[in-house]
């Protein structure tokens, strides 16, 4: 079983989504953040026709653009609240899952980091001894602008990234399909996955 050719769109970490407003944590704190992941169009229904569903656990949720993930464009959104650390956003608890509902074997990428200067994405994989790998490589890195916006009585800044490209960084669609058993060379090597958008929230002296 082949995996049909995917367009490159994006996974979207706290994003612009077609009829969707930027997200925003409900009550945002200083070290928090919010990150929206988008599929790109067509990955889900591919995945789902080999029988493998995506989706993700521990605190994260996820939704559906169009139809329904069968439909040829299909996309997954998954809303993710993650908290910043040094190496760049963690999405602590949350992981994203690839579950092959054939055989019950399953990939997960626990608690994936966004590093925007080294523009990688890393996650601990309990299938490969719990290392942890680079998952994912933003594409477009070294083009990203934040937008900066400073809320002095609220003593938040925000900042926000949009519209950063991923791929399986790689080797990656490799263990994919390893891991689940899936036929070899099911997925290219460079698998374009999505695109992420990501806004963070730091403190801010306030204004008296």
Same mark, same amino acid.
């Given at each position: ?17 077609? &009829?969707?407003?930027? $997200? @925003?944590?409900?009550? %945002? ?9 988008? *599929?790109? #169009? ?76 080294? &523009?990688?994405?890393? $996650? @601990?994989?309990?299938? %490969? ?9 933003? *594409?477009? #890195? ?67």
């Amino acid at each position: 079983m082949r995996f049909k050719p995917l367009t490159t769109l994006a996974i979207s970490a706290a994003l612009t989504l077609s &009829g969707t407003a930027v $997200a @925003t944590a409900d009550s %945002a704190k200083p070290g928090q953040s919010m990150t929206h992941m988008k *599929t790109a #169009a067509g990955i889900a229904s591919t995945f789902e026709t080999a029988g493998v569903v995506i989706y993700v656990q521990g605190g994260a949720t996820s939704s559906v653009i169009g139809d329904s993930i069968s439909s040829a464009n299909g996309q997954l959104v998954f809303h993710i609240p993650v908290t910043a650390n040094k190496a760049g956003v963690q999405h602590k608890g949350s992981n994203i899952v690839f579950f092959n509902t054939a055989n019950n074997l399953q990939l997960v990428l626990s608690n994936p980091v966004i590093d925007l200067e080294k &523009g990688v994405v890393t $996650a @601990t994989v309990p299938q %490969a001894a719990n290392q942890s790998l680079s998952i994912m490589t933003i *594409t477009n #890195a070294a083009t990203l602008k934040p937008k900066i916006t400073n809320d002095r009585k609220a003593g938040l800044r925000t900042t926000s990234y949009k519209d950063a490209t991923l791929v399986l960084s790689p080797g990656v669609a490799a263990t994919i399909a390893t891991v689940l058993a899936l036929p070899a060379s099911s997925l290219p090597d460079g698998l374009a996955f999505g695109s992420t958008d990501v806004t963070l929230y730091s403190k801010i002296a306030r204004t008296r």
